[in-house]
């Protein structure tokens, strides 16, 4: 694990956390966890950006919570 992750959250590994892909810019961890590897997920209004039909593109937790409802 990386110094700085130690550093910057010291019970990782005792917690048994461990790095599973190098850090990337290409990397989006809400499509991520929505299973899309191949989209940028955000609800800013961009073309680079996906954000589900219908659902308010706002960065609130309720807009995140509706995107994730509105993909099942």
């Known amino acids: 694990m990386k110094a700085y992750l130690k550093q910057a959250f010291p019970n990782l590994e005792t ?5 599973t892909s190098p ?10 966890a ?7 997920w955000w609800p800013y209004q961009h073309p680079a950006y996906f ?8 960065v609130t ?5 509706q995107a994730f409802a509105a993909m099942g």
């Open 15 to 19: 917690e048994g956390c461990q790095e």
């Open 23 to 32: 850090a990337s810019a290409k990397y989006n961890c809400i499509a991520w």
């Open 34 to 40: 929505a299973g899309k590897q191949n989209q940028w």
């Open 51 to 58: 954000w589900p039909e219908g659902v308010n593109r706002v």
């Open 61 to 65: 937790l309720d807009a995140f919570f």
